[in-house]
């Protein structure tokens, strides 16, 4: 089960920063491989800046469910608004912050 790093606040990978019941999901950052709940948490811990997934790497897994902890890939996040696997819902609000984690395609496809 891969480890969450940063300030969690619960086994769900829920965080200081973000904590409402759909923030359940944790992002594996392109520069270290490490998860962390978010791109703050990373600002504040991981001593490096931030790299975005490239869109010739959305088949990543790249995305931790923090209910059932299933790895989704960039591309598999990036198309549901819930878990695959266990139905989870994650927190539509992220989508605000996929830029920070995710290069855009340019040609508008997920």
Same mark, same amino acid.
């Given at each position: 089960?891969? +480890?969450?790093?940063?300030?969690?606040?619960?086994?769900?990978?829920?965080?200081?920063?973000?904590?409402?019941?759909?923030?359940?999901?944790?992002?594996? @950052?392109?520069?270290?491989?490490?998860?962390?709940?978010?791109?703050?948490?990373?600002?504040?811990?991981?001593?490096?800046?931030?790299?975005?997934?490239?869109? *010739?790497?959305?088949? =990543?897994?790249?995305?931790?469910?923090?209910?059932?902890? =299933? +790895?989704?890939?960039?591309?598999?996040?990036?198309?549901?608004?819930?878990?695959?696997?266990?139905? *989870?819902?994650?927190?539509?609000?992220?989508?605000?912050?996929?830029?920070?984690? @995710?290069?855009?395609?340019?040609?508008?496809?997920?």
């Amino acid at each position: 089960m891969p +480890e969450v790093l940063g300030p969690t606040v619960d086994d769900q990978t829920r965080c200081v920063h973000y904590r409402t019941p759909l923030d359940v999901i944790a992002i594996r @950052f392109r520069c270290c491989g490490a998860y962390y709940p978010c791109h703050r948490c990373h600002e504040e811990s991981a001593g490096h800046p931030a790299a975005q997934w490239p869109v *010739a790497e959305q088949d =990543t897994a790249a995305v931790l469910c923090g209910v059932c902890r =299933t +790895e989704l890939s960039v591309r598999q996040y990036l198309a549901v608004e819930a878990c695959p696997r266990c139905g *989870a819902g994650f927190n539509p609000g992220c989508r605000l912050h996929a830029h920070l984690y @995710f290069e855009p395609d340019p040609s508008g496809q997920r």
